[in-house]
Nanobody, 124 residues
Framework: QVRLVESGGGLVQAGGSLRLSCAAS????????MGWFRQAPGKEREFVAA????????YYANSVKGRFTISRDNAKNTVYLQINNLKPEDTAVYYC?????????????????WGQGTQVTVSS
């Protein structure tokens, strides 16, 4: 069992930056591919970014490439999402996810565990 707890969300102006964190419980964090998803009001949850177990391979949705950076610190059991140049359309609840398996399955939304989410609101 893995428990994921996100933090770092908030209200920011367009053009600003945020760093989201996701702390994972357990001693097997390094065996999980990790990902970030988001769900805007009235929309379905969508994939944002994923990172493999070692941290050397990353994947991004086309809509966030160049502005979002996913990273992980296996010593701290934490995955991060750096968001730069925030836009109003980035407003959403951001969820962390974990998968004991290939990172491509995270990209497809097939994950084993979800966090509770953290709200990001971008004002124009």
């Amino acid at each position: 069992q893995v428990r994921l707890v996100e933090s770092g969300g908030g209200l920011v102006q367009a053009g600003g930056s945020l760093r989201l964190s996701c702390a994972a419980s357990g001693r097997t964090f390094s065996t999980y591919a990790m990902g970030w998803f988001r769900q805007a009001p009235g929309k379905e949850r969508e994939f944002v970014a994923a990172i493999n177990q070692s941290g050397f391979s990353t994947y991004y949705a086309n809509s966030v490439k160049g502005r979002f950076t996913i990273s992980r610190d296996n010593a701290k059991n934490t995955v991060y999402l750096q968001i730069n140049n925030l836009k109003p359309e980035d407003t959403a609840v951001y969820y962390c996810a974990a998968k004991s398996g290939p990172t491509r399955t995270v990209v497809a939304g097939d994950v084993d565990y979800w966090g509770q989410g953290t709200q990001v609101t971008v004002s124009s």
